[in-house]
């Protein structure tokens, strides 16, 4: 399919696909399910009705990012990540393409919006552990200088939380939970020069 290859997207068309919470939250939650699930499994994950979610997977569908698997004996409709082996999709940032950087600037957006919906959820959740070795609940905003070293450990450790927080449930993983990142250069702003006195 032009613009993905190896679980990476990058062309505007299927980073839009993205730009929606919903559709967000089913190919997380596709990872989260080992890759592959049935519809009425992803509308009791989600909270959602089961017919709300079909107009979204198969918008899904036709842009290549699930596919289809044919019918069961059962007759419900099962969708699967169009990935290797159903490993989460990445995106590839080529901002210089058409349509792109406004394409990743609204994904962004979505992100944000789902991982404050689910901070602000488990707030609410009794029994969450927000201290410790085990803590289940963080948000945290970091400014600082890095040397390419650093960077580079920055993104290394990043990578493994991601690999970490994409596995699907096993008897040992009994937490499910969502990690939200952003990293961004900042650029230094110089002094500003006080106003002039206006003449008179």
Do not use: C
Request: aromatic residues 4%.
């Amino acid at each position: 399919m032009a613009g993905k290859h190896e679980d990476a997207i990058w062309t505007a068309e299927h980073i839009k696909l993205l730009a929606s919470g919903v559709r967000q939250e089913l190919v997380d939650t596709l990872g989260s399910l080992g890759g592959e699930a049935g519809a009425s499994e992803l509308a009791l994950q989600l909270g959602r009705p089961m017919d709300g979610l079909y107009y979204h997977l198969e918008l899904l569908r036709d842009g290549g990012l699930v596919r289809e698997l044919p019918s069961s004996g059962t007759g419900e409709r099962r969708f699967q990540l169009a990935s290797r082996r159903g490993q989460p999709l990445r995106i590839a940032y080529r901002p210089d393409q058409p349509g792109v950087a406004s394409a990743l600037n609204k994904f962004a957006q979505q992100l944000l919006n789902i991982a404050a919906q689910d901070f602000a959820a488990g707030l609410d959740a009794p029994g969450v552990t927000m201290d410790g070795p085990e803590r289940e609940l963080w948000i945290s905003r970091n400014k600082g200088w890095l040397s390419t070293a650093d960077l580079a450990e920055v993104n290394a450790l990043l990578l493994r939380l991601g690999e970490l927080t994409s596995q699907p449930s096993s008897p040992e993983r009994t937490h499910l939970s969502s990690l939200a990142f952003v990293l961004a250069p900042v650029r230094p702003r110089g002094k500003r020069r006080a106003a002039k006195p206006s003449d008179t």
